[in-house]
């Protein structure tokens, strides 16, 4: 069998920031993606003004659906992980491979695509859980209408420390008695025998969590409670094995509700962990603000206006802009009558 040699991997210059916003970068598989709409930029003006900028510009659109539901996003991969040739883009788009391939020819020559690495993304170790196993002899008696976490999340508490006097136990004892209860039980104080050996190595970040929450709790983790955590993970996007680190360092702490713990940390497990974005100066934002008020142009320096049926400079175009356009044909010089 004929083994082709790895194609070079083709990504979206600057999506995060042309082709992501707050939302769309919460979502792990978007039927939609947020795109520049300002007719006077300088890479709106650059596809368009060609003899066949129409069908470049067409084609590069297809590339941005195809980039926006690629993973990572922005790169030009398939599912598998390898990544796309000119035939199967052509496949893909529905457009002729000749056109797929002048368009990415161009739009690297201009800057919009750029050459990857060759690194091959990592599968998501996220799955759905497989059916119940048979109850095991001795597991905890369930208790009747005990719901695994349900509707008991902002019960969950966590304390960092000792106490005084007892009151983190005599808190928790109130808790496991009183008669909204649910029946999850709070975290019994443990001897340092009961907890797992500390180098197991378990198959999977899955067996791992359900190694350490019995080891906390004092009986096995429900079926239930770990479908749900693997559904709000998957949601997300997130890999188990990071949310089990994160989880680690919260149950060496007490806790008196850990399902309804770890319920609430898988949902909001992003929320929790992802660091604010960095800050932002006065004459950044003034730079990321800016707007021409004459041609619209978002970007200092790459002004265009349309004047008489041809693109001319704006009075804001920089004179190093106004030469390399009028270099590449863009901008064309008046004769003298």
Not at 80 to 99: C, F, I, M
Not at 210 to 215: F, H, L, M, S, V
Not at 263 to 282: G, I, W, Y
């Amino acid at each position: 069998m004929k083994i082709e040699s790895m194609p070079q991997l083709l990504r979206v210059r600057d999506w995060d920031r042309l082709y992501e916003n707050n939302r769309s970068r919460e979502i792990d598989r978007t039927s939609w993606f947020p795109a520049p709409n300002d007719l006077a930029a300088g890479s709106y003006v650059e596809v368009v003004t060609h003899a066949e900028g129409a069908a470049h510009f067409g084609a590069w659109n297809a590339l941005l659906m195809v980039a926006s539901r690629a993973k990572p996003r922005g790169t030009l991969v398939r599912d598998d992980g390898r990544p796309h040739t000119a035939e199967s883009l052509a496949l893909v788009t529905r457009l002729p491979k000749q056109l797929i391939e002048t368009a990415i020819e161009r739009l690297l020559e201009i800057g919009h695509l750029e050459i990857g690495g060759s690194k091959r993304r990592m599968k998501n170790n996220l799955r759905s859980h497989p059916s119940a196993a048979p109850p095991q002899d001795g597991a905890a008696k369930s208790q009747k209408g005990a719901a695994e976490g349900k509707g008991t999340e902002h019960h969950h508490q966590e304390e960092k420390g000792k106490t005084k006097n007892g009151t983190a136990s005599a808190r928790a004892q109130a808790h496991a008695g009183s008669s909204g209860s649910t029946g999850e039980k709070p975290f019994p104080k443990k001897s340092d025998d009961d907890e797992p050996a500390p180098d197991v190595t378990y198959a999977s970040p899955d067996d791992e969590l359900k190694a350490i929450y019995p080891a906390k709790a004092g009986e096995p983790m429900a079926v239930g409670l770990l479908d749900a955590i693997l559904a709000n993970l998957a949601a997300q996007g997130v890999d188990m094995a990071d949310f089990v680190a994160e989880a680690k360092g919260h149950l060496q702490n007490k806790l008196y509700n850990p399902a309804g713990f770890l319920r609430d940390l898988s949902k909001r497990f992003r929320s929790k962990t992802q660091a604010s974005s960095e800050p932002v100066t006065a004459a950044e934002a003034a730079a990321r603000d800016y707007r021409c008020e004459v041609c619209g142009s978002t970007t200092p320096g790459e002004g265009v206006r349309f004047v008489d049926g041809k693109f001319a400079p704006c009075s804001c175009a920089s004179p190093e802009y106004i030469d390399r356009q009028r270099s590449r044909g863009v901008f064309v010089e008046k004769t003298a009558s």
